[in-house]
């Protein structure tokens, strides 16, 4: 798992991970980030902020997965 100083290289980085992604699930996936960035911005807890880092990288790495495993099939 890869680790993020801050909110911001972990939201370039998930960027990144979406472009990854078909085309068609992009602008899903994009507008599920964005949303959930939004609704986290008023944390302050810094415990909190690591877990919800940590819990977003694994699920990107979930997706890509998912998306790795229908391309081979």
């Known amino acids: 798992m890869a680790a993020f100083k801050s909110p911001l290289q972990l939201y370039r980085y998930l960027i990144r991970c979406v472009k990854k992604l078909p085309t068609e699930a992009q602008p899903y996936y994009r507008h599920h980030l964005k949303m959930g960035f939004k609704s986290h911005a008023d944390e ?17 790495d979930w997706v890509l997965l998912k998306y790795a495993e229908k391309q081979k099939k």
């Open 44 to 60: 302050s807890d810094k415990e909190r902020i690591n877990q919800i880092m940590e819990r977003a990288v694994e699920d990107a």
